[in-house]
């Protein structure tokens, strides 16, 4: 599929794709390994050479980052700001008890759909979504969800299942 239809086919599936998605979760989980994460890299490169984030950023609309003091003190440091004032402005605790960014969309996304602080974004953003760098068996709880978020990671999710 050509580069915006990946994101149009989630489109019009995510609604009814939540079972889909944990069923498919679940299947991963039996072959959850070394060999499964190498293939989810090679998938996940493949995948996001036809999904252009910024044709997308949905993840930056609609899912607060967590935002570690790290992270804070290093995007503070940027705007002249102390950490302490930083996150007053920025981040609240979530039910989790998380530090995260405090609204959706994201404060930092611009209108173009670009990263005001791309360089310095938090830990958290330059993880998402958990499917390259050998990290997808560490996060399996996660991509049923994201899949409802996430184009790349609904296609990444069937492109792996094939065959099942
Ligand atoms: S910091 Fe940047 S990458 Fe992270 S959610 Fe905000 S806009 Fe998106
Ligand atoms: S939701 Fe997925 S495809 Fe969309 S911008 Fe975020 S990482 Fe990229």
Redesign the pocket.
């Known amino acids: 599929m050509a580069q915006s239809t990946l994101i149009q086919d989630w489109q019009r599936r995510k609604e009814k794709s939540n079972a889909g998605n944990k069923q498919i979760v679940k299947r991963l989980i039996r072959r959850k390994g070394k060999d499964l994460d190498a293939l989810a890299s090679e998938v996940h490169d493949r995948v996001f050479l036809k999904i252009n984030c910024l044709d997308c950023a949905n993840?930056?609309t609609s899912i607060p980052?967590i935002v570690t003091k790290a992270d804070a003190a290093r995007i503070a440091r940027k705007f002249g700001m102390k950490p302490t004032q930083f996150e007053r402005t920025y981040l609240l605790e979530d039910e989790d008890g998380d530090t995260v960014?405090n609204s959706s969309p994201?404060p930092?996304?611009l209108t173009n759909n670009e990263?005001m602080?791309?360089d310095i974004?938090?830990k958290a953003?330059r993880q998402f979504p958990h499917t390259s760098n050998l990290d997808f068996s560490k996060n399996m709880n996660l991509h049923a969800m994201n899949a409802t978020v996430c184009p790349a990671v609904f296609h990444i999710l069937r492109e792996l299942d094939f065959g099942n």
Do not use: A, D, G
């Open positions: 993840c930056c980052p960014m994201c930092f996304l990263c602080i791309y974004r938090p953003c």
